[in-house]
């Protein structure tokens, strides 16, 4: 399976405007294809001009807190030949599903472990629908006038999706979902901006706290000393951090001031429970120094990995992604991790 691999160096226009060079032929295609392949997931025709007024706000809400990201997604549009539109679009794919009420069936697996004695680490599946393995990027960047240096995995044209930076702080990500989704930064957005702009989990939780985000997620964050999930609402942000410096999180929120909010359906329920303690019994089970092959052995095995089942329309595994913070070092499987073989990128 093939994977783009991108590398931008420069002004956040110049870093956009290499990154859609080197995927043009891929982002026409897959804006050719029903849309962004939305038409083949909304019951309803979606057009462009429809969605219009939809990108408009989301575009205001992202360009006054982020300018920088939005400088970006203009560089995108010009290297990759688009629309900004277009380009906003890719951006905005996970929100436009929402609020179509296309349904979910599981949204990533995510965990981590740090502290003394440990090979601090990041691992967790990449559970989405849309056969989005087809157009997986890796995307190394480094921004002028900054010493840090980001590394991301995103989907067609995505400027972030989960990733690491060179300061040692590596991110991850879950879908919850408490109903809501309104214009404001999108969850993808602000991991891209967090791992910019943050050395660390303290960092990270600082910026956070003043972002207001356009959907409900948990991330996880984890550096050389923490390793922490934080559930979003909004503006409500709640931490969950234990003891153990370890942090387990599947699809349904765990911080007790949020339980009441979860609009997950009762089956998908079922699977998050079932992921979240096969996730968390085998990370008790590797030696704390463990490799990126043993924590693949645990992301491949179900119900931690879900198989292509053929449903276009429900999520299954289009990548899994092990990282290691203090190294600066990220290594992806794509599509299937039983499937497909080890590929690792450094910071």
Not at 192 to 205: K, M, P, T, Y
Not at 297 to 319: K, N, Q, Y
Request: a negative charge; aromatic letters at 4%.
């Amino acid at each position: 399976m093939s994977v783009t691999h991108v590398r931008a160096a420069g002004s956040p226009r110049e870093l956009g405007r290499a990154h859609g060079e080197a995927v043009a032929a891929g982002l026409r295609a897959f804006l050719d294809d029903g849309l962004a392949r939305l038409g083949r997931l909304v019951d309803e025709p979606v057009t462009l001009a429809g969605l219009r007024p939809t990108i408009a706000d989301y575009r205001a809400e992202i360009t006054a807190a982020l300018p920088d990201l939005a400088e970006e997604v203009a560089g995108l549009a010009e290297g990759a030949g688009i629309s900004e539109e277009e380009a906003w679009l890719l951006q905005l794919r996970r929100e436009v599903m929402s609020h179509h009420r296309v349904p979910t069936g599981g949204d990533c697996t995510t965990y981590a472990r740090t502290g003394p004695g440990t090979r601090p680490v990041l691992a967790q599946t990449v559970d989405l629908n849309a056969d989005l393995d087809s157009h997986l990027e890796v995307v190394h960047l480094a921004r002028a006038g900054s010493p840090r240096r980001v590394l991301v995995i995103g989907f067609a044209g995505l400027l972030g999706y989960l990733g690491l930076n060179s300061d040692g702080l590596a991110i991850g990500i879950n879908l919850v979902t408490d109903g809501r989704w309104r214009p404001g930064v999108t969850p993808y957005l602000a991991i891209r901006h967090l791992l910019d702009e943050a050395a660390d989990v303290d960092g990270a939780l600082k910026l956070l706290s003043g972002l207001t985000l356009s959907s409900s997620r948990n991330l996880v964050l984890a550096d050389r000393e923490r390793a922490v999930s934080v559930e979003l609402q909004g503006t409500g942000l709640r931490l969950n951090e234990h003891p153990s410096r370890e942090a387990v999180h599947t699809n349904h929120y765990l911080h007790p001031d949020f339980v009441p909010a979860d609009r997950q359906s009762a089956s998908d329920r079922i699977s998050s429970d079932g992921r979240l303690a096969a996730a968390a019994d085998g990370l008790a089970g590797l030696d704390p120094r463990a490799g990126a092959e043993e924590h693949f052995a645990v992301l491949s095995r179900p119900p931690v990995c879900i198989a292509d089942h053929g449903d276009f329309r429900i999520e299954r595994t289009v990548a899994s992604v092990v990282m290691f913070p203090a190294e600066g070092e990220l290594h992806l499987r794509p599509g299937d991790p039983n499937r497909s073989a080890t590929r690792v990128y450094t910071v």
